[in-house]
């Protein structure tokens, strides 16, 4: 197991002593996760298809340094839009799932939307 830093210590010691904390921390952790699961499929779908990133951006009608920064190794927090026009560019669909009906109540009106 790879040693934890600084900062991981120090999340994990105050989630010890606060369950707020832990729910707000696994929640944040849960962001990051599927925000980097989405950003490597696009990249593998990339791969896949033999485009570079360059031609990905001119294809989406991005600016290259967009794709780099958002492919690249360091951290992507792309937007819907950004996800989207990506995988259009490569035959991709974009959804989303998750358990219960299709109809969910929404926040605290009680009305009712549409889960894509």
């Not at 290259?64 to 920064?69: G, I, K, T």
């Given at each position: 197991?790879?040693?934890?830093?600084?900062?991981?210590?120090y999340f994990?010691?105050?989630?010890?002593?606060?369950?707020?904390?832990?729910?707000?921390?696994?929640?944040?952790?849960?962001?990051?996760?599927?925000?980097?699961?989405?950003?490597?499929?696009?990249?593998?779908r990339r791969?896949?298809?033999?485009?570079?990133?360059?031609?990905?951006?001119?294809?989406?009608?991005?600016?290259?340094?967009?794709?780099?920064?958002?492919?690249?190794?360091?951290?992507?927090?792309?937007?819907?839009?950004?996800?989207?026009?990506?995988?259009?560019?490569?035959?991709?669909?974009?959804?989303?799932?998750?358990?219960?009906?299709?109809?969910?109540?929404?926040?605290?009106?009680?009305?009712?939307?549409?889960?894509?």
């Amino acid at each position: 197991m790879a040693s934890h830093t600084g900062a991981e210590r120090y999340f994990e010691t105050r989630a010890a002593g606060s369950p707020e904390y832990r729910a707000a921390l696994e929640a944040a952790r849960s962001r990051i996760a599927a925000v980097d699961g989405v950003v490597r499929a696009l990249d593998e779908r990339r791969r896949v298809l033999g485009l570079s990133k360059a031609e990905l951006a001119r294809q989406a009608g991005m600016r290259p340094e967009v794709v780099r920064r958002l492919l690249g190794a360091g951290r992507a927090n792309p937007t819907l839009a950004t996800v989207i026009s990506l995988a259009r560019v490569m035959s991709l669909d974009v959804t989303i799932s998750g358990p219960g009906p299709a109809d969910t109540p929404s926040g605290a009106s009680g009305t009712r939307r549409r889960i894509a």
